[in-house]
């Protein structure tokens, strides 16, 4: 940095001094020699003393240096970040569902895939609404790319939840259309600056759960055989979502749609001639990816008006993989079998 952007508070006289003979910015004046050297160098008539110019020197380093941060006061702050963690308010509410992955505590990001009808959204979509109903303080952003969210169906599900809710959970579930990746990017930066700047006694909710909804026509246009920079952008995204879940704390939830596969899929544990869609490469880009099913009707096991549903965890890094279990979707909501 230029020295005359030190002034004030060192004195002009001095910066025009020491422009004269070469020092010009504060890396000139701090490393290039010693001080004292400098001071030599300066004309008899400045009428300034070498005590006087070591507090000018020192004043430079103070003002063109970082901010410094302690080390307690960093471990401070860790801590606080690990308390944050509701690992006990990141669930489902379906006990054979939550242990699949030992529940949705961040930091992690979370592949929800299937084909349609097998309530990938109602998932997502009742596992923030019940971290919002028991955490007061926090709110979800849900990133929507078909224009399909349906606040009549928030209602619905509210409606069907046990217990006492909080009246501001529809507040704090805050919605965002993005109908393209860098849409997506502008909504992520919005939020990372918020995160940034929040002040620990700040009393807006904090946001814990990201929600993409879905991803595959963010990213599916852009996959060619042909091309390598389609993937390229999907691999550089998903590293980004990997970081801020990381850096903030949050669970980030990816829904994609499914492809066809034949004869059939290999990675499941109970047959289909469906696979999830963006590629083979994207299912490793997650921390895990859950495939939910719908089981037909002549073999599913309900004597009411619930459909039985499938959920299984085709890879992941933090629980174990190939392991499954059913759960029902009653009057909306996902419930035990």
Request: charged share 25%; proline share 6%; net charge negative.
């Amino acid at each position: 940095m230029r020295l005359q952007h030190f002034s004030p508070p060192i004195q002009n006289e001095l910066v025009q001094a020491l422009q004269e003979i070469g020092i010009r910015t504060d890396t000139d004046l701090l490393l290039s020699e010693d001080p004292t050297k400098i001071f030599m160098r300066l004309p008899q008539d400045l009428g300034i003393s070498l005590l006087d110019f070591r507090r000018a020197v020192a004043k430079v380093a103070e003002m063109a240096s970082a901010t410094p941060t302690y080390g307690d006061k960093l471990l401070q702050q860790e801590l606080k970040r690990q308390e944050d963690i509701f690992a006990d308010d990141m669930r489902i509410g379906v006990p054979a569902l939550d242990a699949l992955l030992g529940g949705f505590s961040p930091p992690r990001v979370i592949e929800v895939s299937g084909d349609k009808g097998s309530r990938k959204t109602a998932l997502a979509l009742q596992l923030s609404l019940r971290h919002l109903a028991q955490v007061r303080d926090s709110s979800v952003l849900w990133i929507d790319s078909n224009g399909e969210f349906s606040p009549e169906r928030v209602s619905m599900m509210l409606g069907q939840m046990e217990g006492e809710l909080s009246p501001t959970i529809l507040e704090r579930l805050q919605v965002s259309l993005a109908f393209d990746v860098e849409a997506v990017h502008e909504v992520l930066e919005s939020l990372r600056q918020t995160l940034s700047s929040r002040s620990s006694f700040s009393e807006l909710p904090t946001t814990r759960c990201i929600v993409i909804d879905s991803i595959t026509p963010l990213l599916g246009p852009m996959l060619s055989a042909t091309s390598s920079q389609g993937h390229a952008i999907m691999t550089t995204f998903m590293r980004q979502l990997r970081a801020f879940a990381d850096s903030f704390l949050l669970t980030i939830l990816v829904i994609n749609s499914s492809t066809k596969i034949l004869p059939s899929n290999p990675e499941t544990v109970f047959e289909t001639a469906r696979k999830p869609a963006l590629g083979p490469s994207f299912t490793f880009m997650a921390d895990a990816t859950l495939w939910l099913s719908q089981r037909p009707p002549e073999e599913a096991e309900s004597d009411d008006d619930s459909t039985v549903h499938i959920a299984e965890v085709l890879r992941s890094r933090i629980s174990r993989s190939k392991t499954w279990a059913q759960f029902k979707i009653k009057n909306g909501l996902l419930v035990s079998v």
